[in-house]
């Protein structure tokens, strides 16, 4: 990346070339020092820039600074020994990489393409491994200046990793994280570090919630989701119209949400489910070595020290489709989510269809339904289940304005909204189910994940142009021993659509650890097999609506629709029939009654699946 593979250290250059002229020496120091400015004004221009909207023009403000950034890293490598004799200190090469990856990132962040992750992730490691950071010399004093930019590079590298999913990375970075907190505490007595605490709770905290459920990536793997037995069969299916899938808009907002950054649990696993799992091995097998300037070889596989905006093209594995191109949006006021959702509406290319993801509580100041407190304790007989249901469902609902009718529960007018705000109460706060009927002008994919999602079924029918496809969630989730829950580890439904097998064992408290490595895996082919012969039945049937015959052949809408269709049965299953109103997920419009909940095709898998955890006791099979 700079020439300094063998470790040297670069300010003992300045002893080997006594010869060199002071004046080179200055001259390349200024040189250096007006690039660094220029490549940070530019900088300046793309770092807040908006993460949607306006492909061309932010694409091409990104390839300037990439430009400025090349030329002043081929010139800090082309004139290290004299900027080192001039007085250029590791750390300000560490910040131009650390700038670098930044840029990756958030341009990674605008596209969704994970070259872009990965050549982020590429400049941080060697950050780290060389040390950029650290004193060069044992007696020089310590800068707090300097390590505000440390932690700051530690912060960036570990939401990298931790998108990337280098589990190892992660720990070994928050051990040498608190470290440095712990260090800086200690030199730096005046100075208050209680955010920096609070950054390593939240990625503590963050981690410690998928521990012991990270059975197969959330991202799209070819040789997992990719069913061969179906394929015939959804290349062959051609509705009238097929749409397809570029833009997503994905945000969160809940109280005491587990996040890191501004990247919400909820929001990253969605994040995860939307994206191709990059081929690492495709970028190994481009490894190009070329001489440094000390004559020494250098690798430039994949990802590395040369910095050109076109360069991770080149790297880009042409049998892997494109990203769909995600906004993500953390807590967000209602008028900016509503300016974001027209601008991608605004740019959808013809065609396409945008999904639009929502989590949030459908009350002011509650926390997320699926982290509210459920009373009782698991049992074994039904009997006490159907009890300790009733009466969690009760206490839940006691907060929450109701009027009968025909003897059903409905929600009053005024609590039809999801909650965006910190605090108290306020219309301005309210995303109202009439905010997004504008926006049904274009084809349109709803989630909306709430305790007060049902608010949004008078969406259906009331469109103003494309009928919009609507998946959403139960009004409260579901448990088989509820008080053994972690009352922290984000939507239940959201952990269905992004990892099934793993929201059905946290379901029923079972946690996957390596001993169960061979009972995972055979649950997997169970999985697999159902969701196969779904697919077939799917692209078989003559009953689809067009709502959903439209976008069954993208492989991403396809599998959250598979998704759906595994969780509505396992719940309607395992909740009393008589609480059912609560426990399930809707679809609007329907889908084909060959895949309904109790359908033989659904019922069956789900029936095996629980046998081989050896859970079906648990489940209401019976009274099918």
């Known amino acids: 990346m700079d020439g300094e593979l063998n470790n040297k250290n670069p300010l003992s250059v300045s002893l080997q070339h006594p010869s060199m002229s002071d004046d080179n020496d200055e001259h390349a120091l200024q040189t250096f020092r007006a690039l660094v400015e220029s490549s940070d004004r530019k900088f300046a221009k793309v770092r807040d820039a908006p993460t949607y909207g306006h492909r061309v023009s932010q694409g091409h403000l990104f390839q300037k600074v990439f430009k400025a950034y090349t030329r002043l890293w081929k010139f800090q490598q082309d004139n290290r020994a004299k900027l080192v004799r001039s007085g250029l200190n590791r750390w300000e090469i560490g910040e131009i990489a650390s700038r670098i990856g930044q840029l990756y990132f958030s341009q990674y962040m605008r596209t969704s393409e994970c070259r872009f992750l990965i050549e982020a992730y590429v400049f941080y490691e060697a950050i780290l491994s060389r040390r950029y950071f650290q004193d060069s010399e044992a007696s020089s004093p310590k800068d707090l200046g300097v390590r505000s930019k440390e932690l700051r590079f530690y912060a960036r590298f570990l939401l990298v990793s931790l998108i990337l999913n280098r589990v190892d990375t992660v720990k070994h970075l928050m051990d040498q994280f608190v470290a440095l907190i712990d260090d ?49 069969y959804v290349a062959r299916f051609h509705a009238k119209r097929v749409l397809k899938f570029h833009d997503a808009l994905l945000t969160s907002y809940h109280r005491n949400e587990v996040k890191f950054a501004e990247l919400t649990l909820d929001t990253y696993r969605m994040i995860q489910c939307l994206e191709w799992e990059p081929d690492v091995s495709f970028l190994q097998r481009h490894a190009v070595i070329k001489p440094n300037e000390n004559g020494e070889l250098m690798d430039h596989s994949g990802a590395s020290g040369i910095i050109d905006f076109n360069l991770a093209a080149d790297m880009t594995d042409p049998t892997m489709p494109p990203n769909p191109r995600k906004a993500t949006l953390y807590r967000p006021t209602i008028t900016h989510f509503m300016a974001v959702m027209a601008t991608i509406c605004e740019e959808l290319l013809p065609d396409s269809v945008v999904l639009v993801y929502l989590s949030a509580s459908g009350k002011a100041g509650l926390a997320n339904v699926s982290q509210m407190e459920n009373s009782g304790s698991g049992v074994s007989s039904k009997y006490s289940r159907r009890k300790v249901f009733s009466q969690a469902s ?91 829950v972690n009352l922290h580890n984000g939507s239940q439904f959201t952990f269905f659509l992004t990892s099934p097998l793993s929201a059905f064992c946290q379901m029923i408290g079972l946690s996957p650890n390596e001993a169960d490595t061979v009972v995972y895996s055979e649950a997997e082919n169970i999985l697999t097999n159902a969701f196969t012969e779904w697919e077939i039945i799917l692209c078989s049937t003559t009953s689809m609506h067009l709502v959903w015959a439209q976008m069954i052949s993208d492989p991403f809408l396809r599998r959250l629709i598979l998704r759906f269709i595994f969780c509505r049965s396992v719940v309607s299953f395992l909740c009393p029939p008589e609480e059912s109103e609560q426990y399930l997920p809707l679809c609007l419009p329907n889908l084909p009654n060959s895949v309904a909940p109790k359908s033989e095709a659904v019922r069956s898998a789900v029936m095996q699946l629980a046998g081989h955890f050896d859970v079906a006791d648990s489940f209401y099979f019976t009274d099918a």
């Open 394 to 484: 009760h206490e839940q609902n006691s907060g929450i304005s109701e009027s009968l009718s025909n003897g059903k529960s409905v929600l009053s007018c005024d609590d039809n909204y999801l909650w965006f705000g910190p605090k108290g109460k306020g219309g301005s706060n309210n995303l109202y189910p009439g905010d997004l009927i504008p926006f049904t002008r274009k084809p349109l994919f709803l989630i909306v994940d709430s305790d007060n999602s049902h608010a949004f079924k008078v969406l259906h029918g009331a469109e103003r142009g494309e009928m919009a496809a609507l998946f959403l969630s139960p009004l409260r989730p579901l448990f088989k021993n509820p008080s053994d």
């Open 184 to 232: 800086c505490r200690s030199n730096f007595r005046e100075t208050n570090f209680k955010e920096w605490k609070q950054v390593v709770q939240e990625i503590a905290r963050f981690t410690k919630v998928d521990k012991g459920f990270s059975v197969r990536p959330m991202r799209y793997c070819a040789t997992i989701d990719t069913h061969r037995a179906s394929l015939p």
